[in-house]
């Protein structure tokens, strides 16, 4: 696949990586799924509203707060509701959580497979936001068209630098090739390009903003709920919580030394790569060297974790 080109006649304007994906729904007949990946508070999902705001206005395609979804039933059923205009953008905020690659058998991440696999002919943009692409089963990660990484937000500009990376991958390689958008532009009558390595992206609206956080919230109360409520089944019992789960994370409910934020992003990372893939996968998903990954595992494991503290059982 050619690299990722926007061509202006004059001058480039701002936000090029919008304006190509618009294009690519309304114009080409194809569809964005992008991987919006960083840290907890990076500003992944205010990041994806951004973009989903200046996409409505170049492309005048509306985009409302129904469009921001933390579930495969409720994904499923915002598309299959009639609603969604072509160039529509969709973000799926935690899909982790739903789809999880540990549960690559079960039959939520087989539909899920299967709405992406089919997704072109829809014309929408679908914006998953999520720690790790690792988190999400192989398949899937497979179909991306492109990767925003989270590097830092500026406060007093109101801005969240990222490192947006069209994606491509092969059947003979593990890791995708990587490439970087090129503008094309005129200046004083001369043709020129240039590589975007990054784009600040601008703090969504206000208003957007007070909604998301309240149906973020109702969300994550539910959720907390339902995991209240296996730990209850647990106590109760003194059995484990579900058949779903080794005996293994029955350690995590004892009081251990509590991890560092990098060492438990190494630990997840590492348990839910392939033996084979981590010393290739490992260091592009997490930004720091072999050794340091190590490092960490090795302080983990000081710690009395291991990496099957952090894998589900597939049955």
């Known amino acids: 696949m050619a ?6 006649n004059g001058l480039p304007k701002n936000h090029s990586w919008a304006r190509w994906m618009v294009a690519r729904t309304l114009r080409k007949n194809s569809n964005n799924l992008v991987s919006f990946i960083g840290k907890v508070g990076s500003g992944k999902t205010w990041s994806g509203i951004s973009i989903a705001q200046l996409m409505t206005k170049m492309s005048g395609v509306p985009f409302t707060i129904n469009q921001i979804v933390f579930s495969l039933t409720e994904l499923m059923t915002l598309i299959n509701s009639g609603e969604l205009k072509k160039g529509s953008c969709i ?10 690659s540990k549960d690559f058998q079960s039959q939520a991440n087989k539909v899920f497979n299967m709405l992406v696999s089919t997704f072109r002919h829809r014309n929408f943009s679908l914006f998953f936001c999520t720690p790790f692409e690792a988190l999400l ?5 497979k179909l991306f068209t492109s990767r925003f990484e989270m590097l830092s937000i500026n406060s007093k500009k109101k801005t969240c630098r990222i490192k947006p990376r069209f994606v491509e991958y ?25 590589k975007l390595s990054y784009w600040d992206v601008p703090k969504p609206s206000e208003e957007i903003i007070e909604a998301y956080e309240k149906k973020k919230l109702e969300f994550t109360t539910n959720l907390n709920k339902n995991i209240m409520s296996r730990l209850e089944t647990f106590d109760n019992s003194g059995k484990s919580m579900t058949s779903k789960y080794k005996p293994t994370e029955k350690k995590l409910l004892t009081e251990k030394k509590p991890l560092t ?6 630990m997840k990372v590492l348990a839910n790569l392939k033996k084979e893939d981590r010393n290739i996968q490992a260091p592009q998903i997490l930004g720091i060297s072999l050794n340091s990954i190590y490092d960490n595992k090795r302080y983990a494991e000081k710690k009395g974790y ?10």
């Open 261 to 266: 934020e990098r060492q438990e992003e190494v």
């Open 306 to 315: 291991t990496l099957e503290d952090f894998i589900e059982n597939d049955s």
């Open 137 to 141: 089963d192989k398949s899937t990660r």
């Open 91 to 100: 973000i799926f905020d935690e899909p982790q959580i739903s789809i999880s």
């Open 170 to 194: 092969s059947d003979y390689k593990p890791v995708p090739y990587v490439k970087q958008m090129i503008v094309c532009f005129k200046k004083d009558g001369m043709n020129k390009s240039e």
């Open 3 to 8: 690299v990722p080109r926007v061509i202006y």
